[in-house]
């Protein structure tokens, strides 16, 4: 084993657990909604804007956190947003009302822009085609994983404390693993003269192959994120369970990103060119079947193919994107990370609407033959070669 790669182990590790607690950060705090509204005094609606806020300012800085690391250099830019989304999560523990609150969360959010797009572009410049996919995809395990926890994460913490010592937790930790990062990570040097946003999306936008890939990638955040946002509603009805006990088997599907990313070289090695044809399909089949079960035990192997086969595409469709435009990763994921959120917040909305007026099950259905198209996008449309590493199967 080369020196090389226990470095990068390091580095992923560090990485993916800013991911975890990032992504964490703000569904932890979301099934206490409730609690916040009582304690501060206002409405439940008034009181979800600082969610919204907080997603708002996410989506908005992700354009531009992007080219920001290719201007300034991938380390600066994602220490920078470390460090302030780990100072405004604890702030937040200290709002005294819903001002203050809606505001902190919303500069968290414009920090936490930075840490998804500009890590994965570090990763990707830092790493050579045959170790990127499966780097890429570990820290995407530990990242949905991060988001597929919080809700029981947040639940065990308001249940011993408060929502206040949710926010302050997760900033305190965010804290700590900045410091590591200021340290574990390897400068890199801005690749571009001039930060001029026009031209550099103009580019972006001109590679028709990126934009396909961006928006196969959309459809994956509408699919996935527009379901899974409903799953924890399906599995308290059927099961009856608490939102920690709900929390707990919603993790199975982090579960599955984990899994996938730690053997993602191993399953691309097995299958080759079926990779992503098999990830879909069993994406698919367990969206499909989902709605349909009653087993605690049926609903979390579902949960487990579903994040399985998310991870294995997405992966798959990053280190794709990377590759096309590759003297500018960062300005690449940020058009990644654009589309896969956007998707899911449209997700969210259209299968809301879907669920009010035809039931639970027919988000999960529609989105299963999405997931076929999305096969069909990354096979076909786009061409998806598979490269394997020159070495023998790991």
């Given at each position: 084993?080369?020196?090389?790669?226990?470095?990068?182990?390091?580095?992923?590790?560090?990485?993916?657990?800013?991911?975890?607690?990032?992504?964490?950060?703000?569904?932890?705090?979301?099934?206490?909604?409730?609690?916040?509204?009582?304690?501060?005094?206002?409405?439940?609606?008034a009181?979800?804007?600082?969610?919204?806020?907080?997603?708002?300012?996410?989506?908005?800085?992700t354009v531009f956190v992007g080219p920001l690391a290719d201007r300034f250099g991938k380390t600066r830019i994602v220490n920078i947003a470390a460090f302030g989304t780990a100072v405004f999560s604890i702030l937040s523990a200290l709002s005294h009302n819903l001002v203050t609150l809606v505001i902190l969360r919303?500069?968290?959010?414009?920090?936490?822009?930075?840490?998804?797009?500009?890590?994965?572009?570090?990763?990707?410049?830092?790493?050579?085609g045959a170790t990127q996919h499966q780097y890429l995809a570990r820290f995407f395990g530990m990242m949905f994983l991060g988001g597929a926890?919080?809700?029981?994460?947040?639940?065990?913490?308001?249940?011993?404390?408060?929502?206040r010592m949710v926010y302050f937790i997760y900033g305190f930790l965010e804290l700590i693993v900045a410091l590591f990062m200021l340290k574990g990570l390897q400068k890199t040097p801005g690749v571009i003269r001039q930060l001029n946003l026009r031209a550099i999306y103009g580019e972006a936008f001109r590679n028709r192959a990126l934009i396909k890939t961006t928006a196969t990638i959309f459809l994956i955040g509408f699919s996935v994120f527009g379901t899974f946002t409903y799953s924890g509603k399906y599995v308290q009805n059927i099961?009856?369970?608490?939102?920690?006990?709900?929390?707990?088997?919603?993790?199975?599907?982090?579960?599955?990103?984990?899994?996938?990313?730690r053997y993602a070289s191993r399953?691309?090695?097995?299958?080759?060119?079926?990779?992503v044809p098999v990830a879909a399909t069993l994406g698919a089949f367990s969206l499909a079947v989902f709605p349909f079960l009653q087993s605690p035990a049926a609903i979390a192997a579902a949960l487990f193919g579903f994040g399985l086969a998310f991870i294995s595409i997405h992966?798959?469709?990053?280190?794709?994107?990377?590759?096309?435009?590759p003297h500018m990763r960062g300005t690449v994921m940020s058009l990644v990370s654009f589309n896969l959120f956007g998707g899911g917040a449209l997700?969210?909305?259209?299968?809301?609407?879907?669920?009010?007026?035809?039931?639970?099950?027919?988000?999960?259905?529609?989105?299963?033959?999405?997931?076929?198209?999305?096969?069909?996008?990354?096979?076909?449309?786009?061409?998806?070669?598979?490269?394997?590493?020159?070495?023998?199967?790991?």
């Open positions: 084993m080369s020196g090389e790669e226990p470095k990068m182990g390091h580095i992923i590790l560090i990485l993916g657990i800013m991911g975890f607690l990032a992504n964490g950060d703000n569904y932890a705090v979301a099934p206490l909604i409730l609690d916040i509204s009582r304690d501060l005094d206002i409405s439940i609606t009181t979800a804007l600082s969610v919204t806020s907080y997603m708002l300012c996410f989506g908005f800085f919303a500069v968290n959010g414009a920090f936490g822009a930075g840490i998804f797009p500009v890590s994965l572009a570090y990763i990707g410049e830092s790493s050579d926890t919080a809700t029981a994460i947040g639940g065990a913490i308001a249940h011993v404390g408060s929502w099961t009856g369970y608490s939102i920690l006990q709900v929390g707990l088997l919603l993790s199975f599907f982090g579960i599955g990103t984990v899994i996938g990313g399953l691309r090695y097995s299958f080759n060119r079926g990779y992966s798959t469709l990053v280190t794709t994107a990377q590759s096309l435009m997700g969210t909305y259209v299968n809301g609407l879907l669920l009010n007026h035809f039931g639970i099950q027919w988000p999960f259905v529609g989105a299963s033959f999405l997931m076929l198209l999305i096969l069909l996008l990354a096979v076909a449309a786009l061409d998806l070669r598979i490269k394997l590493p020159l070495q023998s199967e790991p």
